[in-house]
């Protein structure tokens, strides 16, 4: 995106273009694709569907549950997700903040010793 903008190509000026195209439920991808090759959008949803199994075999479970959680978020809000200056805030938005982890983290090791303490 922002090599887009350097070229002048705003993210406004893609968003009335998709809304334009009625692809609100697309990403700027599609937006972008359409213009240049006039190829059909593709749902946020649609893509998800499509690429999930692929995206997910090289996960461990927990590295899935991540994945699958920004991926709900990405197709709720859109790819603005997807960018790694909410990696902050999509993992407070999950897990809380980080004095609440941090609290969590040292509640659970009370319980978790409880008996061998007792």
Do not use: P, W
Request: aromatic content about 8%.
């Amino acid at each position: 995106m922002n090599k887009l903008e350097k070229e002048g190509c705003h993210k406004d000026d893609l968003l009335k273009l998709q809304e334009l195209i009625d692809a609100q439920d697309s990403d700027l991808l599609d937006v972008l694709q359409y213009i240049a090759y006039s190829k059909e959008t593709v749902s946020l949803v649609a893509r998800v569907q499509t690429n999930k199994d692929n995206i997910y075999t090289l996960l461990n479970a927990r590295q899935r549950e991540f994945v699958s959680y920004v991926l709900r978020n990405y197709v709720e809000a859109g790819v603005d997700e997807l960018d790694i200056a909410r990696l902050g805030t999509v993992i407070t938005a999950k897990y809380g903040n980080v004095q609440e982890i941090q609290r969590t983290f040292i509640e659970f090791q009370t319980h978790l010793y409880k008996e061998a303490l007792s």
